[in-house]
C-alpha cells in the first residue's frame, strides 16, 4: 500500500479553510516532539507560549503592540502576492520607513509643531515606498526577478541603519553608544494603553479595512486578481501588467515603511542598530496563514504575535532560547505551505499488487 497524490477536478472550498487549521495542529504536534526531545515538559512549554501571554493585560498589550507591525506588513505583502509579484524585501521597507521617519526626531529635534507626527508619518510611508520601487522598476524595466533584487535590499537597508546609529545619526550625549537621540515627546507616537501600547495597531486595523474595501468592492482589486491568476486574461480585458506591478509594491512598501515608523516612534522611540525581531519576514507567514485575505491576515498576526510573546515568556519561565520561536515559526510556515498542496491535490491509497497491474499494461 503507497499513498499517491491525486489533482482535484477544482479547487476544494473545504480544504482551503480547513488547511491553516491542520498546519497549526501539526505545528503544536511537532513542536510537542521537539520540547520533549530537548528535556522539556510538552505541556508546560505550550502553556506558557500559548496561555501564559494572555494571562494578564500588560503581556496581552504587548501581544497588539507585536501583532500591529505584522498585520500592517502582511496586509501591503497580500496586494503585491496576489497580483503575482513576490516582495521578499518588507523586512528592508520597513527599516528604511523607520529611517525616514526618524529624520525629524534625529535631525530636527527642535521642530516640534502639532505637524511633526503626521510628517513622520508621511515620511515613514514614503520612506517604504521609495525602497520598494526599486525591485519593482528593475522587474519592469529590464524583468528582474524582484524576489532577489528585494530579498538582497533588505540587508543594504540594514547596513545603512546600522552606518547611521553608529555615525553621523549617534547621539552625542549618549555615551558613545550605538544609538540615536531619544525621541522627544511630540515625537512619539500616542499611547493608548497603560504599557507600551500605541496608536500603531489603530493604523493596522485601518489598512485592513481599507484593502479588504479596495481588493473586494473595487475595480482595481479586481484587476490585481484577474493579473495575479490568469495575466493573459488580464490582458486581453486591457489591464496593465506593469501598473499592477508598481501598484502592488508600492502598496505593500508603503504600509511596511508606515510600521517601521509606528515601531520607532512607539515603540522604541529611538533608533538602535536592531529595530525588528524579523517583522519583514515573519509578515510573509502572517499573509499566508491569513490565506491573503486583510480579514485572515488580523487575525494570523495576533497569532504569531503571541508566538513572539509566548517564546519570550517561554525563555524567562523554562529557559528557552529565542532561536526555539524561530523554529517553531520556520515549522508554522512549512506545513502552511505544505498542506496547501491539499487545495490542489487529494491523497489515493493505491496497493502494491493494484500498482504492478497498471504498471505492467504501461
Known amino acids: 500500500m503507497r499513498i499517491e497524490l491525486e489533482k482535484r477536478a477544482e479547487h476544494s472550498q473545504l480544504m482551503t479553510v480547513i488547511s491553516p487549521l491542520i498546519a497549526i495542529g501539526l505545528t503544536l504536534v511537532c513542536g510537542s516532539i521537539l520540547f520533549v526531545s530537548m528535556g522539556y515538559n510538552p505541556v508546560e512549554a505550550l502553556y506558557a507560549y500559548f496561555i501564559e501571554p494572555l494571562t494578564t493585560s500588560w503581556s496581552i498589550e504587548e501581544l497588539l503592540v507585536k501583532a500591529g507591525p505584522l498585520v500592517l506588513i502582511a496586509v501591503g505583502l497580500s496586494v503585491c502576492f496576489l497580483s503575482n509579484s513576490w516582495n521578499i524585501g518588507a523586512e528592508g521597507q520597513f527599516t528604511m520607513g523607520a529611517l525616514a521617519g526618524s529624520i525629524i526626531p534625529v535631525l530636527f529635534y ?74 522627544d515627546a511630540a515625537h512619539v507616537l500616542p499611547k493608548i494603553g497603560e504599557g507600551r501600547l500605541h496608536i500603531g495597531m489603530i493604523f493596522a486595523v485601518v489598512a485592513v479595512l481599507v484593502v479588504w474595501w479596495m481588493l473586494s468592492r473595487t475595480l482595481k482589486g479586481f484587476e490585481i486578481k484577474v493579473m495575479g491568476e490568469t495575466p493573459r486574461a488580464g490582458r486581453f480585458a486591457g489591464f496593465s501588467g506593469n501598473g499592477v506591478v508598481w501598484f502592488g509594491f508600492l502598496v505593500s512598501g508603503g504600509l511596511a515603511g508606515l510600521a517601521g515608523m509606528a515601531e520607532v516612534s512607539g515603540s522604541i522611540e529611538q533608533l538602535t542598530p536592531v529595530i525588528s525581531p524579523g517583522y519583514g519576514f515573519t509578515a510573509i507567514i502572517v499573509a499566508f496563514l491569513g490565506r491573503l485575505n486583510p480579514i485572515g491576515i488580523l487575525f494570523a498576526g495576533l497569532l504569531l504575535g503571541l508566538s513572539y510573546i509566548g517564546g519570550e515568556s517561554a525563555q524567562v519561565s523554562l529557559g528557552l532560547t529565542d532561536k526555539v520561536t524561530r523554529v517553531f515559526q520556520g515549522m508554522l510556515l512549512f506545513f502552511v505551505l505544505a498542506c496547501d498542496t491539499l487545495i490542489l491535490y487529494k491523497f489515493k491509497f493505491v496497493s502494491n499488487a493494484k500498482g504492478v497491474k497498471e504498471a505492467a499494461n504501461v
Do not use: C
Not at 144 to 171: C, H, K
Open 110 to 183: 527642535d521642530f516640534t509643531s502639532p505637524l511633526a507626527l503626521p510628517l513622520m508619518v508621511l515620511m515613514g510611508i514614503l520612506g517604504g515606498m521609495a525602497w520598494a520601487s526599486i525591485p519593482a522598476f528593475l522587474k519592469v524595466r529590464f524583468g528582474t526577478n524582484e524576489i532577489l533584487t528585494s530579498l538582497m535590499l533588505v540587508y543594504i537597508a540594514q547596513y545603512i541603519l546600522d552606518f547611521l546609529v553608529r555615525g553621523p545619526w549617534r547621539d552625542p550625549e549618549g555615551f558613545n553608544f550605538p544609538e540615536s537621540r531619544i525621541f
